[in-house]
């Protein structure tokens, strides 16, 4: 399994996952143009991406869309609420695969499971990817669990981080410069650290103390807000409990991504 977050933040989130026998995008926030960059930049191209899929339907997941008209090849799974919304914004049909939320299928080597996440969008979910074969040395069993844009999570969110191997975790904002941003009404302050909102720094410690275990290889802490985050302000709220669990860690600075990891 090779994983690579491309770019991750408000302005826009998209990674690569490969394995064997896929190529899939994990969300296409950008324009296509700027995603054919970053992809060229790992040595990949859109001309080989396989399918991708969505989260939810906002700007920062699915921007890319429209201008993927030009590679009618890639498959688009999303559950129908948010393949309706993004249409809505189309000018080209894609390949939609419909899936209904929390549903476990299969696209090639890869086993997906599709899960509800609390966020003001359609009908939002994560996933939990999983490809490879138990007790195999050369494509060991692995699965990946991604979960971004959530206000808080419920326990089958728990279940499928608990599950994973290599997480995903959102860790949108810290509350102390949320509060204190002036750009920011008070409405959009409630409605980011509201139920149906994003994670704060907090937050996303409690949850890795929550359901953190000693079989997480990688947790790769996302999503940051450009203006209401620094990665030294995650690094205070989440080193100490991943430490703990003697798991490697990243944080993805604001409109950044990660190098390509194998795992």
């Known amino acids: 399994m090779r994983f690579c977050i491309l770019g991750s933040g408000s302005a826009g989130n998209a990674a690569l996952l490969r394995t064997e ?22 040595g990949e191209s859109l001309e080989h991406i396989d399918a991708i899929f969505l989260t939810h339907e906002h700007g920062d997941h699915a921007a890319a869309l429209d201008g993927l008209k030009r590679h009618p090849h890639i498959r688009v799974f999303a559950n129908a609420a948010t393949a309706r919304a993004v249409q809505a914004g189309l000018t080209h049909k894609p390949d939609w695969q419909i899936f209904e939320t929390g549903s476990v299928f299969r696209y090639r080597d890869l086993e997906v ?20 074969n138990e007790g195999d040395l050369f494509a060991p069993r692995r699965s990946l669990a ?3 844009d959530l206000g808080y999570a419920p326990q089958h969110v728990h279940e499928h981080l608990r599950a994973a191997d290599v997480v995903v975790l959102e860790s949108n904002y810290s509350a102390e410069l949320l509060q204190a941003d002036p750009k920011r009404p008070w409405s959009l302050k409630q409605r980011i650290s509201g139920r ?9 410690r409690e949850l890795i103390e929550a359901v953190g275990t000693r079989h997480w290889r990688h947790v790769f802490l ?29 944080i993805v600075a604001p409109g950044g991504g990660t190098p390509v990891h194998d795992f």
């Open 222 to 250: 996302a999503h940051l807000s450009r203006d209401c985050n620094t990665v030294a302000a995650v690094e205070a709220a989440c080193a100490a409990p991943l430490t703990l669990l003697q798991c490697a860690y990243s």
């Open 196 to 204: 149906h909102g994003h994670l704060s720094n907090q937050h996303a």
């Open 146 to 148: 991604w979960v971004t």
């Open 21 to 42: 026998g896929a190529r899939v995008l994990i969300d296409a926030g950008f324009s296509a143009r700027k995603l054919g960059t970053m992809l060229a930049a790992i």
């Open 113 to 132: 499971h599709s899960f509800s996440v609390p966020h003001d969008a359609h009908e939002p979910v994560g996933f939990r990817f999983t490809s490879g």
